[in-house]
């Protein structure tokens, strides 16, 4: 069985930062892409970054370049995605989820961490 597994949320003030982590178990993700998600309260889920397993290509939302930063170990089969400077308006819960490349969709996804900034 396909499995995300986040951790790391928690509760921090505006301009802290917060590391993220992903362990995925189940299959192997070589051909895959990771994502992470974040839904805030009342609004939509919103794609924040992504990293292709094999190559370790990264991408990044226009809000969080330059601040979050995704990266993977590979022997632990775990995706981090460290924020920097965060803002308010970041709080949410924050969601890891998979996709083949090339695949529209996010397939697989964790259960999601929360992440409350403070201001």
């Known amino acids: 069985q396909v499995q995300l597994v986040e951790s790391g949320g928690g509760l921090v003030q505006a301009g802290d930062s917060l590391r993220l982590s992903c362990t995925a178990s189940?299959?192997?993700?070589?051909?895959?892409?990771m994502g992470w998600f974040r839904q805030a309260p009342g609004k939509e889920r919103e794609f924040v970054a992504s990293?292709?397993?094999?190559?370790?290509?990264?991408y990044y939302s226009d809000s969080v370049k330059g601040r979050f930063t995704v990266s993977r170990t590979v022997a632990r089969n775990t995706v981090y995605l460290q924020m920097n400077s965060l803002k308010s308006e970041e709080a949410g819960v924050y969601y890891c989820?998979?996709?083949?490349?090339?695949?529209?969709?996010?397939?697989?996804w964790g259960q999601g961490t929360q992440v409350t900034v403070s201001s």
């Open positions: 989820a998979a996709r083949r490349v090339g695949a529209r969709a996010y397939d697989v």
């Open positions: 189940g299959r192997t993700f070589s051909r895959h892409a």
């Open positions: 990293m292709r397993w094999a190559n370790g290509d990264t």
